[in-house]
């Protein structure tokens, strides 16, 4: 097997320019499968009988709900490959991808909180489910924290990838949450071996949303770690020239 | 489409304040995340030119030609 890929990838001067020509395709793909996401369940996806049209938060709810999860799983395989092989890129991931997935949790939480209030008659309860989502937002606040407050690079790198492997523990816990104990909080949506409980009218804009959100995920990950590199390799001579030519425009 | 006017897409049978509040601030969420990058970016770049001018003036020895080059840019093309 060809594992030339895996070096190229520890090559923070490949990655940026591959970066380069990946960003706008997962850009403009992810805003447009969000913009049409949108629109098919504010305006086309039938109302609920039950919940009327507050239903309609599910199409922002549960796709940053799977983000703000996917991207702390994403940023747990980033913190082994930073501690076991001391790749650059793998803690420039979690730099990048923490403030990301601090919003797109808080964003779960708020929509979580505004829904809940016309469907369970309150904002916020401290059921299993959010309080784990809770703990996850303040994940991602110590990692951010963590990554700022030391100066040393490589410390940094090293504590930020054992508190994002400690909090590992969390994300089982706020899957299986619903299961584990009564909630007020609803099971999964989406799971791999049942079919949804929604008609397709109902969950195939919200399949549109949350591979819109993805893409999104990506290219903003993309354009943080572009800035990470360029300050982490400044004083490599590649970074020089892209600096002088992009102060020149 | 699940809506006859467009008022009563608006009202949201009731309710609006609930969905309206959601899609605002997760459009401002998605609009956060997607400018910080652009602005950090800027900030970056330019902190960085102005370091390799600093870097070229102290060093009076410029022996690279992307230095050169913002020197004879920031001095007028003195050097």
Redesign the interface.
């Known amino acids: 097997m060809n594992w030339t890929w895996f070096y190229k990838l520890g090559s923070p001067k490949w990655f940026y320019e591959t970066a380069n020509k990946l960003l706008p395709w997962f850009l403009w793909i992810g805003v447009l499968m969000?913009v049409i996401g949108?629109v098919w369940g504010?305006?086309?996806?039938?109302?609920d009988y039950q919940q009327?049209?507050?239903f309609?938060?599910i199409y922002?709810?549960v796709p940053?709900a799977i983000l703000a999860q996917s991207c702390y799983m994403m940023m747990a395989v980033a913190a082994i490959i930073s501690l076991v092989w001391k790749m650059k890129l793998a803690d420039m991931f979690i730099a990048s991808a923490a403030?990301?997935g601090a919003?797109?949790t808080?964003?779960a939480l708020?929509?979580g909180a505004?829904?809940g209030?016309?469907t369970w008659g309150t904002w916020w309860v401290w059921d299993a489910r959010l309080t784990a989502m809770l703990v996850l937002l303040f994940l991602y606040f110590g990692v951010i924290a963590l990554k700022s407050a030391l100066e040393n690079i490589d410390l940094a790198s090293r504590a930020s990838a054992i508190l994002v492997l400690v909090g590992v523990v969390n994300i089982p816990i706020i899957k299986y949450s619903v299961e584990w104990w009564n909630t007020l909080h609803q099971p999964a949506t989406f799971t791999l071996t049942e079919k949804p409980a929604m008609p397709p009218e109902m969950w195939m804009p919200l399949l549109v949303m949350v591979l819109g959100m993805y893409c999104?995920f990506t290219a903003?990950a993309l354009?943080?770690m572009?800035?990470e590199i360029?300050?982490r390799e400044?004083r490599t001579?590649w970074?020089?020239?892209i600096?002088?030519e992009?102060?020149?425009r | 489409m699940s809506f006859e006017t467009f008022t009563e897409f608006l009202l949201m049978g009731g309710h609006a304040l609930y969905v309206w509040l959601s899609y605002g601030v997760g459009l401002f969420i998605i609009l956060l995340v997607y400018i910080q990058p652009i602005l950090a970016r800027r900030s970056i770049i330019q902190e960085l030119a102005q370091r390799q001018r600093r870097d070229v003036q102290n060093n009076k020895v410029s022996n690279e030609e992307v230095a050169q080059g913002n020197l004879s840019q920031d001095k007028g093309g003195s050097e």
């Open positions: 969000l949108t504010l305006v086309f996806a039938p109302e009327g049209n507050s309609r938060i922002l709810h940053s403030p990301i919003a797109f808080f964003l708020f929509t505004v829904w209030k016309p999104f903003v354009m943080r572009k800035n360029l300050l400044r001579k970074v020089k020239t600096i002088s992009d102060i020149k």
